[in-house]
């Protein structure tokens, strides 16, 4: 069946650096655009970085601009969030979720798979 599954999360010092991976499996992964939402406790989720299918269009939100990079090998069935100068607020559970749309959809929640998280968690 059609699956997302992350890794790469773990515990890093502020200022570290992390890259979390999103393989999907049971499905064309080069059809769908990719997302990466992350949820902290006691927060909402929010959307953090989306790349469209093909790879040559991607969005960042503001908080984390600058600092992380997402990339896609279709080859491979992969999609990466590359995360730099991290901080503690950048703490969350990370999610990849993929769905045909792109665009003004980037940051929407309605996805149509969604993977089960990593965490990610930025302390001394």
């Known amino acids: 069946q059609a699956q997302l599954v992350e890794s790469g999360g773990g515990l890093v010092q502020p200022g570290g650096s992390l890259r979390l991976s999103c393989a999907a499996s049971?499905?064309?992964?080069?059809?769908?655009?990719i997302t990466w939402f992350r949820q902290a406790p006691g927060r909402e989720r929010e959307g953090v970085s989306c790349?469209?299918?093909?790879?040559?269009?991607?969005n960042y939100a503001d908080s984390v601009k600058g600092r992380f990079t997402i990339s896609r090998d279709n080859s491979k069935n992969m999609v990466y969030l590359q995360m730099n100068s991290l901080k503690p607020e950048d703490t969350a559970i990370y999610y990849c979720?993929?769905?045909?749309?792109?665009?003004?959809?980037?940051?929407?929640?309605?996805?149509?798979?969604w993977g089960q998280g990593t965490l990610v968690t930025v302390s001394e």
């Open positions: 790349i469209s299918s093909s790879g040559d269009s991607t």
């Open positions: 049971g499905f064309t992964l080069s059809y769908y655009s």
């Open positions: 979720a993929a769905e045909v749309a792109y665009g003004s959809r980037c940051f929407k929640p309605q996805k149509t798979y």
